[in-house]
Structure formats: C-alpha cells, structure tokens
C-alpha cells in the first residue's frame, strides 16, 4: 500500500520560508527589479550569493557528504514558493534543481561530476541544462545546443546532451545570444556548440536517463514556483479590494468580487494540495512521482495564469501600468505555462499513465 503524502509544511521548513522571504523583501522590491529589467539585465548576483551561499539553499538537494545541506524537494519547493511569489529573477530551478538533479541522477559519478557537485551546491557555479525551457520529461534531446535555454547568458558552465552523453561546457566555449523573452525575469538564449569541447560526464543511455530525472523533479517543483505565484496575487488582490472603495464601500463587498475571489481561494488551495503531493513524492523517491508531477503541471499551471489574471483586472486601471507589479506575475505564470511541459503535454502523459496495464 502506498503511504499517505504529507502535505503539511514542518517547523524547519517554515523557518526556511522566513529567511527566504525576508530576504527577497530586501532585495526585491518592485521599483529595483523594474529598474533592472530596463537594463537588460535583472540579475542581482548579491541576491543570489545570498541565497545560495548564506541561506545555503543552492545545496539542499545535494547530500551532505558531497558538500551540500542533505535536505529534500520538500525544502527546495519551499524556497521556490518565495521565489514564484517575488518573480525573483535566480536561476534556482535551472541551476539548484534541473542541473543539479541530472548530475545527481548520473549512476557513476567521476571526479568531475563531484566537483561540479560541490561547486552547485557552494553557490559558487550557475550550470545550466543546455535544452530548451519548454522540454517536457521524456521528450526528444536536441543535439549541439538549443534555443530558449533559459538562465544560459548567466550560466558559468552548460550541461550539454548529445549523441556521445553529457557534456559539461564552459560558457565561454559555447555561442550564446540572447533572446527577446516573454517573461523579462527569467532570459532566454540561444546555445550553440560546435565540435565537441568540454568534458564528456556518462554515456548516452545513461545521459537519457539523468535528463529525464532532472527535468522530472524541475517540472514537479516548478508547480511550487507556480503556487507561489498565485498565492502573492490573490492576497494582494484581496488587499487592494478591500482598501479601494467605490460608491462609499470596498469594492470587496461587492457579491461579483465576493464570487470571483471566493473561487480562486479555492483553486489556490487546490493547487498547494497538487504542489506539495509533486515535492513530497519526489522526496520521498515515490512510484508515482510521474503521476504527482504531471497532475501538479496540468493543474497549477492554470491556476497561476488565472490568479495574475484576475489581479490584474481586479486592480482596474492601476493593474495594467508598467509600475505595478501584476505584470511581473502575469509573464512569469504565462512563461511558466509552457516550460517543462504544457498542460496539455502533462495530461497526454497522464492520460498514458492511467492506462497502463495493473501490476501483477
């Protein structure tokens, strides 16, 4: 019998969700990070020295004898609900989760693997999964780069699959150009590799194997990022109606907005439910982690759209000015949307799931 998923959020990990989120009050205020974005660049390499290295968040899925914190997805899906929650622009899920769990997931770990490792989770490298952000786990590899790699113009090394295995590049060995992306806190690039530079980590098959497992736990834990996200908008949609009146009351009061917001409680509280299972059964190394995580994607992706969505419309005019912050949540769900998968990917892959023979 499978054991009952545990849903609820431990002392430690609301201690985490604390040092986090003050962090990220201080560092990402709207008016800084929209002043970065109009340069181009939305990085904060203090922020991120300070999350890695002084929270030590860069290394709570390595283990400890590898020189990271020894935690679980549980934790890592807790630092990206603040995260999701800031629109903070850290390469945490491509970096701290994706890159880091397909090195994990190499079966034999030579010498270069374990340094990376180390590095990873010292917050003192950013690598990066040279695929496209819209990868779905168990999709075709392209071969010699990719486009819209998100988190590549910041990357110190690429992991780059091809038809020989894995290979750790250097970002200067590599051809990146960067892309006009949707969400302007998370950039997108081109990767291009000729030849073959770097150092080849594992074989093809085994390469195949450590992908899927990275992009999996990304996809799974990027429902936290997503709930995050949808938990900021409702309770500043919640706060904004009921200081706004109109006709001498809180546009709050109004029963039409009562409905609206009383519905997207309820999805919102869904989608914890469906975010927490996906960390909780990658945690626990769970049989139906394919399951829980395709559930958390084709769920919580809508639910993230639809909360910026309604933030938005229910701030009025204020909600569609540059100055706000709703847009930062709406290009941040919609970009979410598709990468790792899109809804629609995940239920086909649902679909295959279900409809898998019973065990003997």
């Known amino acids: 019998m499978t054991a009952q ?39 904060d390499p203090a922020l991120w ?10 290394g709570l899925l390595v283990p400890e004898k590898l020189g ?18 800031a629109a903070a622009p850290a390469p945490y899920l491509t970096s701290s989760v994706i890159a880091t769990e397909t090195l994990l997931g ?6 270069a693997v374990t340094a990376l490792l180390g590095d990873l989770a010292a917050g003192r490298t950013v690598a ?8 779905a786990p168990g999709a075709s590899l392209p071969e010699g780069g990719a486009t819209a790699v998100a988190d590549a113009a910041i990357a110190d090394v690429l992991l780059v699959p091809g038809s020989d295995g894995l290979r750790v590049v250097q970002r200067e060995d590599a051809r990146v150009e960067p892309l006009t992306s949707f969400d302007l806190t998370r950039p997108l690039a081109s990767v291009t590799v000729e030849g073959t530079p770097g150092v080849r980590l594992a074989d093809a ?8 497992r990275g992009l999996l736990a990304g996809a799974g834990l990027l429902a936290s990022e997503q709930l995050g996200l949808a938990e900021w908008c409702l309770e500043e949609t919640i706060r904004y109606t009921r200081e706004r009146h109109q006709f001498n009351r809180p546009v709050g009061s109004f029963q039409a907005l009562k409905h609206r917001l009383a519905q997207l409680w ?24 394919p399951l829980a995580v395709s559930v958390a994607q084709a769920y919580c992706s809508r639910v993230a759209v639809h909360a910026a969505e309604e933030c938005i419309q229910m701030h009025a005019g204020i909600g569609m000015t540059w100055e706000h912050p709703a847009h930062l949540r709406l290009k941040r769900a919609k970009a979410d949307e598709i990468a790792l998968g899109t809804p629609g990917r995940h239920k086909e892959l649902l679909a295959d799931l279900v409809s898998l023979p019973a065990p003997r």
């Open 49 to 58: 020295t300070s999350l890695a290295t002084d929270i030590g968040a860069a």
């Open 106 to 111: 190499l079966a034999d770990r030579s010498d």
């Open 266 to 289: 309820l999805e919102v509280a869904h989608a914890r439910a469906a975010a927490r299972n996906a960390a909780d059964a990658l945690a626990t190394e769970s049989a139906e982690v």
């Open 5 to 43: 998923p545990d849903l609820l959020y431990t002392d430690t990990e609301d201690h985490l969700r604390s040092a986090v989120r003050s962090l990220l009050a201080d560092r990402t205020d709207t008016r800084g990070l929209l002043a970065r974005i109009e340069t181009g660049d939305p990085y």
């Open 128 to 135: 990066v999964l040279a695929l496209p952000l819209a990868t």
């Open 68 to 85: 990271g914190q020894g935690a679980t997805h549980r934790e890592a899906a807790v630092v990206l609900e603040e995260l999701g929650r």
């Open 205 to 212: 098959e085994t390469s195949r194997t450590a992908v899927r």
